[in-house]
């Protein structure tokens, strides 16, 4: 982007609805008196008292234990020096945003104009009791030891300044990965660091902590390799790392060594220096916004190497995002008393071992890439991988417990860590919820699309999850051509080709035939109709009992594929149809509603809309959720006389006369049926809080609701899921990613579960 540009959309993006990028927002009520009175004068004292006699209680009864203080001076901002402390405070209302985001914390942004050292201690060190941790920012070295240190002592928090320790759990993260790579083992590897301000310091002593050796670091700042013979009197950390070694400049530093960091400016290294370097060479040049060393210049100079920057135009990003929210997310949960080198350490390998793992299909949706995996270009895990939450906090709370610094100490890792999923993304947590389920109750699933990529990928998802043993249908050539395109392994997969004629395929084609004889089909048919459409033969299987359900629908329209699932599962062995309902779950910000039916029925009865209810309220039950159903209308409780509104009433009376142990109410409107206010003023009503499941009278009304709210309400929309099949089977939407696929092979196994 042209730089005048960037100005234009930075002035308008830090300026426009309201200034700045962060506020406070209540977390409770203040609209009556009551609340009032609760909120400030004189319900407050209550708490207050509490707290004086007991000040743990403070974390019960107020925000400080979710609260961090960003505090700066502004005296060495990233790419900029010392701007200041007023000119810094974007920098800091965007690290705010950034621990929201990626953590749920809250920030107040802290600027001192304070540059003596011992000076803002006292400052920071009073603020103890308003904060449940310190983020100390943007501070030049050498003051920034001298802080960091002295408030370590003095405060009973966790107090972390990111430019040092941040920076250095993720480029420590990269570097044992990079060394599995490249084969090296971390106590011989030679490191030249260039850059010795507080970045540079932290990152050598927490690789040294791993394992490194002291003997084979090379220290550099502007005037050469840090020696020991130095005529100039040493700071503490440059004086730690003063070497007895011959080499005196950069050239000389990086001749023969393994590893190269940079933490200093930018294009300070030429292409000969990096030819200079030991066989399978590993590059983290970090300055901002240009690396020590431009990026296309160092591939093209060796092609052995593994490298990283700062810039996000670059594979391997060593991006602080990855570390301090999630360190800072685990040290406050557990009420830690400060940040110790085990915690870090531990955010380590939790980093590094994630980037080691498959990369989920969203985060390849986010980056816009077809793949992702552990590789030279892929050494840490990208900064909007949801994971993140629930591997590196659960790290370090752990490390914490470990080492007798948490107030709180964790006591159920799993539980944790699924407590944590739910405090960025619900549907995280309710899927979760979801897939402990089906991992217990793992059921055989069928997917026709077995010559798809993605298909493919989402049976190894599922089958790695243990939510299901995937049965895939493809042609065996086009199966392998897939796999080999795509670079995937997948030995242990189940696949049936179609077109082999063996005894299971005859058994399936006799058993269509003896279903379909008298609806025109011959023993020749039967056989075309399994081999040409590989959801007749899915279908087929469910419903011989060789398979416990089925997905199908990512490459087809939806109605080819309900239409054979109809025709084969669709009715019971005498050849009464089952009635069949497609339902939606909607899991929007806060909580998560079943919508039905929104793509089967065009128009329902009441016997039908009784039936469908019910259905969606056993769904909800078997999915773990507690079941409240309203029957949805124009009309409240008879407040309109209408044809329409008659048939939803008719629904509702049948279904409690049916069901008088279900939650279930109508006929209502739509905000009537979700908004505890409104409901309040019918309070001979059944549903005592918001519905969650939500039945429409028609398809149309369905149907636009759940893309209305997908769409601008910004809900993630699982299904559609049948209902109303004895069996599990269930239609994909067209372009399913792996995902939606596994979320929804989680959503069978569940269900089965109950059936």
């Known amino acids: 982007m042209p730089k005048e540009q960037l100005r234009k959309d930075a002035f308008e993006y830090h300026s426009k609805p309201k200034p700045g990028k962060i506020s406070v927002q209540p977390t409770k009520p203040c609209v009556t008196q009551r609340d009032l009175a609760l909120a400030y004068t004189p319900g407050v004292a209550e708490p207050c008292l509490a707290i004086e006699k007991n000040p743990e209680l403070a974390d019960e009864f107020t925000s400080r234990a979710n609260l961090v203080g960003v505090i700066s001076n502004g005296t060495a901002v990233l790419g900029l020096g010392n701007i200041g402390p007023l000119a810094s405070k974007p920098v800091m209302e965007g690290k705010g945003v950034l621990f929201k985001r990626f953590a749920d914390i809250d920030v107040f942004d802290i600027e001192l104009a304070e540059n003596d050292p011992m000076a803002f201690v006292e400052t920071v060190a009073r603020m103890e009791p308003t904060f449940g941790g310190i983020n100390l920012e943007d501070i030049k070295a050498p003051e920034c030891f001298i802080i960091e240190e002295e408030l370590k002592k003095r405060m009973n928090i966790p107090v972390l300044h990111d430019d040092q320790h941040g920076t250095a759990v993720i480029l420590a993260a990269a570097f044992l990965n990079a060394l599995i790579l490249q084969n090296k083992k971390i106590e011989d590897v030679k490191i030249a660091c260039l850059g010795a301000g507080a970045a540079g310091f932290a990152c050598m002593r927490l690789i040294e902590q791993l394992g490194a050796t002291r003997e084979n670091i090379l220290f550099l700042d502007r005037k050469g390799v840090i020696s020991k013979d130095r005529n100039e009197d040493l700071p503490p950390h440059k004086a730690y790392y003063a070497t007895e070694r011959t080499e005196r400049t950069l050239e000389e530093a990086m001749a023969g060594a393994d590893v190269f960091v940079g933490l200093s400016q930018g294009n300070i290294v030429n292409a000969d220096m990096l030819k200079s370097m030991a066989d399978k060479p590993i590059v983290f040049a970090m300055a901002n916004p240009d690396p020590e060393i431009d990026y296309d210049l160092a591939m093209s100079a060796r092609d052995d190497l ?57 985060v390849l949706k986010v980056y816009g890439v077809s793949e992702l995996r552990f590789g030279p270009k892929y050494i840490l895990p990208k900064p909007f991988d949801p994971r993140l939450i629930e591997v590196v906090p659960v790290a370090v709370a752990k490390a914490a417990t470990e080492t007798g610094v948490a107030r709180k100490p964790m006591v159920d890792a799993s539980a944790y860590a699924q407590e944590l999923a739910g405090r960025i993304d619900n549907s995280r947590l309710f899927m979760r919820i979801i897939s402990d389920k089906a991992r217990a109750h793992s059921i055989r ?80 048919d039967a056989r075309k109709a399994l081999r040409s459409d590989t959801n007749m033969l899915a279908a087929m299987l469910v419903r011989s009992g060789d398979a416990d359900g089925m997905l199908s629908g990512r490459t087809a329209h939806y109605p080819n594929v309900l239409r054979p699932i109809l025709k084969v599962l669709g009715h019971n062995e005498d050849g009464v149809r089952h009635h069949v309902y497609g339902m939606y779950l909607m899991i929007m910000e806060n909580s998560a509603y079943f919508l039905a039916d929104c793509t089967v029925n065009v128009d329902m009865n009441a016997e039908q809309l009784a039936e469908l209810g019910e259905l969606a309220a056993e769904t909800a039950i078997s999915l773990g959720c507690e079941a409240r159903v309203a029957m949805l209308s124009f009309s409240n409780f008879g407040s309109v006389e209408h044809a329409e509104t008659n048939k939803v009433a008719e629904a509702t009376r049948l279904l409690h006369e049916r069901r008088p142990d279900l939650i279930v109410d109508g006929e209502m409107q739509a905000d009537t049926a979700v908004n505890s206010a409104i409901l309040k003023d019918y309070p001979f009503s059944k549903l005592k809080e918001p519905a969650n499941i939500l039945v429409f009278p028609t398809m149309q009304a369905g149907n636009i609701s759940y893309k209305l709210l997908r769409e601008l309400g910004g809900g993630t929309a699982i299904g559609p899921i049948l209902l109303g099949l004895p069996e599990q089977a269930h239609v994909l939407q067209t372009g399913a990613s792996v995902d939606d696929i596994v979320n929804m092979a989680a959503i069978a196994a569940a269900r089965a579960a109950d059936q």
């Open 306 to 362: 593994i490298m990283a920057t700062g810039r996000s135009d670059h594979p391997n990003q060593v991006n602080n995002v990855l570390g301090f929210p999630f360190l800072f997310r685990g040290a406050l949960d557990a009420r830690a008393t400060t940040f110790n080198e085990e915690m870090k350490v531990a955010a380590v390998h939790a980093l590094a071992e994630l980037a080691r793992q498959d990369v989920p299909d969203s």
């Open 445 to 524: 699933l069928v997917l026709p699309e077995g010559e798809d990529e993605t298909v493919i990928r989402a049976a190894l998802e599922m089958k790695d999850q243990g939510i299901a043993d995937p049965i895939l249908i493809g042609r065996a050539d086009r199966f392998q051509a897939s796999c080999r395109s795509a670079q995937i392994d997948a030995t242990g997969l189940t696949l049936i080709d179609p077109s082999v004629d063996d005894a299971r395929f005859t058994a399936l084609a006799d058993a269509y035939y003896e279903d379909r004889k008298r609806n025109g089909v011959l023993p020749a």
